[in-house]
């Protein structure tokens, strides 16, 4: 169930998101867990619904995690909704207070909303304290084997016959 809510988050399909999440447990007697609630929040939050889906957070059985409260900061940053975007951002730093991300997405809002001294003061913050953000990372299975791929890194064995099928794909895409 959770390939189909995010089949439905990555399509926009939020009315059937709504009714196969509604389903699990009325119709399949399946308690949705946390990725169920994660997939829920994120194509919520990709449609504008953001009420909608923070009422779905503070309404979940168990606590959100990181994924979550992320998936949620991302979607006020994309609808540039300042209030919810503290939240989310608040119950980051409270989950992981070394992470900067929450720190520099709330930043992003604020200098959207032409509140440069408070994106400022976060973008100190970060600095003052030596916050590091992670490089982007991801990995793909290929017959059985995982590869991962971090942000600016080169050093994959293949990393040469890979970048060049991704400039064919790109060139037969433009």
Request: aromatic letters at 8%; hydrophobic letters at 40%.
């Amino acid at each position: 169930m959770v390939g189909v809510l995010s089949a439905c988050a990555h399509a926009g399909l939020i009315e059937q998101g709504r009714r196969y999440f509604q389903s699990m447990e009325k119709v399949f007697g399946l308690v949705p867990k946390i990725e169920h609630y994660g997939c829920m929040v994120d194509l919520l939050g990709r449609m504008g619904c953001l009420k909608e889906a923070y009422d779905l957070i503070m309404g979940m059985p168990m606590e959100a995690n990181e994924i979550i409260w992320g998936s949620f900061l991302s979607a006020c940053r994309v609808y540039n909704n300042v209030e919810l975007g503290e939240v989310a951002a608040r119950r980051l730093l409270e989950l992981d207070p070394r992470d900067p991300w929450g720190r520099v997405m709330l930043s992003n809002i604020y200098a959207e909303e032409a509140k440069y001294d408070l994106s400022m003061g976060l973008r100190k913050e970060i600095k003052e304290k030596g916050l590091k953000k992670s490089p982007g990372c991801s990995s793909i299975e290929v017959n059985g084997s995982v590869h991962g791929f971090l942000v600016e890194d080169n050093s994959h064995p293949c990393y040469n016959e890979i970048n060049s099928t991704l400039e064919k794909i790109e060139k037969l895409m433009n």
